[in-house]
């Protein structure tokens, strides 16, 4: 059973830094994509960031130049650091992880061409999210 937790998420003010932890459990496959999303209130789940097997990565416009998203293969543990915080940051933030696939896609999502009804699917599992606040 494939399990995701995440972990890091607390209240922040702006231009501070943040990094969030998802602990992945259960997933043997060794292709493979893992992603950031974010889902503010009132507004609709997006993506953020995603990383595959190979270590590429890709991002949101809105994070691009102060979110990194990495991985510990040994521990199996996604992070996201979160650099210069702004208040439009404050979401609940989810993990999740997919096929390999899953990352090509969302590089057509990040240049505008899909919506996130077209690429969520392709992420199998997610994990409960945790809450990042940015305020002053």
């Known amino acids: 059973q494939v399990q995701l937790m995440e972990s890091g998420g607390t209240s922040a003010q702006p231009g501070e830094s943040l990094r969030l932890s998802c602990q992945v459990s259960?997933?043997?496959?060794?292709?493979?994509?893992m992603g950031w999303f974010r889902q503010a209130p009132g507004k609709e789940r997006e993506g953020v960031a995603t990383?595959?097997?190979?270590?590429?990565?890709r991002y949101a416009d809105s994070v691009k130049g102060r979110f990194t998203v990495s991985e510990d293969n040994a521990k199996k543990i996604l992070y996201l650091q979160m650099n210069n915080l702004k208040p439009e940051d404050t979401a609940m933030y989810y993990c999740?992880?997919?096929?390999?696939?899953?990352?090509?896609?969302?590089?057509?999502?990040?240049?505008?061409?899909?919506?996130?009804?077209?690429?969520?699917?392709?992420?199998?599992?997610w994990g409960q999210g945790t809450q990042v606040t940015v305020s002053s």
């Open positions: 999740a992880v997919g096929t390999s696939g899953a990352c090509i896609t969302m590089g057509r999502y990040f240049a505008g061409r899909l919506v996130l009804q077209d690429v969520a699917p392709k992420f199998g599992n």
């Open positions: 990383i595959d097997h190979d270590g590429d990565t």
């Open positions: 259960g997933y043997t496959a060794n292709f493979y994509c």
